[in-house]
């Protein structure tokens, strides 16, 4: 399997199994994250730790930076054998052997949150839209199961 195989197919199988049997990873980041809205933002950062105080403006609405640490996914690199002509006899071959390096995806959720002046959440946002949000705020799986028979039903 090629390395251009693999890394397509570890794009694109997800993305259609979510497609026929469940929730994107960034729409259950999305939903989960919903559920912060109105709570303090202290205990968000007690649950997740600290964010980065970003400003504040005149009506007291406060905005944070926060992410997650970086997860780093290592693949093999891959080895293959392939027949090239010999370099001094016509009509003779040899094996030479092709190594490639594995390749590193670096992982990492952001979020832009604000407050109110009370300091409840009032909105977070996913920045770059990442997946790898679900991992922190993932929904239970009956939550889940139940959002899929309302969409069937609707």
Known sequence: MTTLFKQASMILLPLALTGCFGLSGVEEASLALKKWQHKPISDFFFKYGKGEFQAKNSQGIKAYFWQSPIRNVQTDGETITVKVPHEYKPDAWVEKTITQPGTTYRYQC?????????????????????????????????????????????
Do not use: H, W
């Not at 604000?114 to 922190?136: F, H, K, L, P, W």
């Open 110 to 154: 952001k979020l832009r949150i604000e407050t109110n002046i009370s300091g409840s959440i009032s909105s977070i946002v996913n920045m770059d839209q990442s997946s790898e949000c679900a991992r922190y705020f993932s929904l239970p799986d009956s939550e889940i199961k139940a959002i899929l028979e309302a969409r069937k039903n609707s």
